[in-house]
């Protein structure tokens, strides 16, 4: 495929190293700004709310964790580049450097993925630490982390293909609102659809983040991996990598 002949991991690492420097000269602010929302969500849902819900013999913040888990996934990595990015090529104008410089797309495609994967990893420790101090009880397995880290590199891509193919700073927000905030309460975060229409059903289990929450809840709860789930994911990640790629080539072209 054009643009992924001339893959090469130093170019990786220079446009990954770039955002690395970037985040680790704000990483305390960082890591205290992403504890904010978590905080909200477990003393509401999993202190508040949680006391008078069990699930499945078990606690309402134990079903609660891997949906905050993949809520937070997808929006901090997305975030993290879709918006910088998007201020970037519209803007700043400083995406132009990337451009002219010898580094083939899809070795920028995957370094800018990797920091936004990154950013999204950090958070979702930020937030296990703070389940873990009010009483959350998971199995972090390897399976549970890969699963994770396979979460934060779909949206991390979803976000780089919203930044090339979006126009306006206003439309990037407009899609957080129409794509990004019904997944965020529809797609099993908060509660089971087992009880929702058919239709809506089949329709809801078409959108990554519900996989990323079935996934990461039952290898959380130390059920066997849920392979569908993880293949979903895979297929979502893959996908969206091939269209940056693309949007990269567009856009250099």
Known sequence: MKGLEKLRVEDICTVFWRDWVVLNRRLAKFVLSRMISPVLYLVAFGWGLGRNLPMNGGSYLDFILP?????????????????PLNMSRLYHKTLEEYLIAPISPGSFVTGKV???????????AVIFVLAYIFGAKLAVTAGFILTLALTCLLFAAMGLVAAMLINSHEDMASFNTYVLLPMSFLCATFFSPERLPLAFRWFIDLLPLTHATYALRAIGGGLEMPWLSVGVLAIYTLLLLAIGVWTMIRVRD
């Open 67 to 83: 949906g905050i888990m993949a809520l937070n996934a997808m929006n901090i990595s997305f975030t993290s580049v879709g918006s």
């Open 114 to 124: 990797l920091a936004g994967a990154l950013r999204g990893l950090i958070s979702c």
